[in-house]
């Protein structure tokens, strides 16, 4: 059996390429495909998707926010909700899944109130 010599080539080019890869990763899809920015609307990807039937303390709070009624209600029944800066963080979450984690500051007479307001706007959406 006769042994192998394995030479290793230096790679020049490494830390450049690395730094080309990082930078492609910062930049949006709109920047680095041409196609993207001429993409007819109703293939671009909604911001939220509609709620799927109607709203309740079981809809998340992102699809209660997509219709105006909807927004309007959390607004008037638990102000400053929709505005807090952790938004981003609970709003996937349903209502009832947030009372828990509000520390008291969102009540079962809150939820109750909210639960009519949104029966009421179910209502008038039937009615169109």
């Keep these: 059996m006769t042994a192998q010599r394995v030479t290793l080539v230096p790679v020049r080019f490494a830390a450049a390429s ?3 890869l990082t930078g492609c990763a910062h930049q949006s899809p709109s920047a680095t495909h041409p196609q993207a920015q ?3 609307a109703e293939l671009r990807p909604a911001e939220a998707p509609p709620p ?7 809809t998340s709070i992102e699809a ?3 219709t ?15 505005g807090r800066p952790e938004f981003a963080m ?3 979450m349903t ?8 520390r008291g500051h969102i009540t079962s007479a809150d939820l109750a109130k909210v639960q009519s307001d949104l029966a009421e ?4 959406a039937e009615q169109k």
């Design 68 to 82: 105006p009624a909807g927004k309007a209600v959390l607004d008037h029944d638990l102000p400053g909700l929709t």
């Design 64 to 66: 209660i926010c997509a």
């Design 18 to 20: 690395l730094v080309l």
């Design 38 to 40: 001429t993409m007819p």
């Design 90 to 92: 609970f709003k996937a």
């Design 52 to 58: 799927p039937g109607p709203l309740s303390l079981d």
């Design 121 to 124: 706007v179910n209502t008038k």
């Design 95 to 102: 209502l009832k899944q947030l009372q828990p984690m509000s």
